[in-house]
């Protein structure tokens, strides 16, 4: 489809914009393959921008993602330009839990550590338990996390997305072990990632003066966040979203976009 032609409002109603906030899986890249020309179009917003990258993909510290961004597209990406959900969730569990649970990879572990959690492998030890992707999950670490939780740990998911994009299609994401579980536990997560407070706070604190665009391709965590803080919202069609047909009206985008590489041009062409 032309996504240029699926436009909410017209381009020229963009405003004075300071700072654009990305999306990375499925908008810059998928797995590890860069989308068609997003380095160069990294290169060119960064001329005239300032750029956040925001991801609620909890499983690299701001360091590995960083240094994955310029692996996979050339752009120099630094590891103070990138906003986690992982962050997030150690921001928001700051000071109120003596050791955590967690159900995720090492990235997320070295994350709540940096921010001063500790963490822990026995269940029985942990106040609080966080859930992310995690690729080796087990059916152990599962029930383990249930059993924390009913007994009355704490419970935070660093964000609820189903799914996240690879080359081949759509795999679970960090919601569907969260999912899992809340349906064992019947406890109910505090979630930190997009669009929730926590991330949102954490994105605001780096975005600086002036209007704000928010890039991404899930409409309930990117377009979501967008409109919960009254920045521009632009939908991208590389990753799992492909038909603007498929996004709910509460969630329409401000603008539709091919894909990342199209927003340098979209952007130089407002008045």
């Known amino acids: 489809m032309d996504a240029s032609s699926e436009v909410v409002a017209p ?8 700072a654009i906030v990305i999306d990375l899986d499925g908008v810059v890249y998928v797995d590890d393959r860069e989308v068609p020309g997003a380095g160069e179009a990294l ?15 909890s499983t690299k510290t ?21 906003a986690t959900s992982g962050q997030a969730t150690a921001l928001a569990m700051a000071g109120s839990f003596s050791s955590a649970f967690v159900v995720g990879e090492q990235g997320l572990v070295d994350t709540l550590t940096a921010g001063g959690m500790a963490v822990t492998a026995d269940w029985r ?3 609080a338990v966080v859930v992310g992707l995690d690729r080796s999950l087990s059916y152990q670490k599962l029930a383990d996390a249930a059993r924390a939780v009913r007994a009355g ?11 996240y994009p690879m080359p081949d299609g759509l795999y679970p994401g960090g919601g569907a072990i969260s999912a899992a579980i809340e349906t064992a536990s019947g406890g109910t997560p505090i979630v930190c990632g997009k669009p929730h407070d926590e991330m949102r706070a954490l994105i605001a604190s780096r975005v600086g003066e002036g209007d704000v665009i928010v890039l991404g391709d899930r409409p309930e965590t990117d377009v979501a966040l967008g409109k919960a803080a009254g920045w521009i919202t632009v939908l991208t069609l590389t990753g799992v979203v492909s038909d603007l047909a498929q996004v709910p009206p509460e969630l329409r985008p401000d603008h539709v976009i091919s894909s990342i590489a199209e927003l340098p041009d979209r952007l130089a062409r407002r008045p």
């Open 62 to 82: 701001a360091e590995t993602v960083a240094a994955n961004i310029e692996a996979s597209t050339g752009f120099p990406a630094r590891p103070e330009q990138v």
């Open 125 to 127: 030890a942990a106040d």
């Open 153 to 163: 740990a704490a419970f935070y998911a660093t964000n609820t997305d189903a799914t």
């Open 11 to 18: 381009w020229g109603d963009v405003g004075n914009v300071g």
């Open 43 to 57: 290169g060119r917003l960064a001329g005239a921008y300032r750029l956040v990258f925001a991801t609620n993909n």
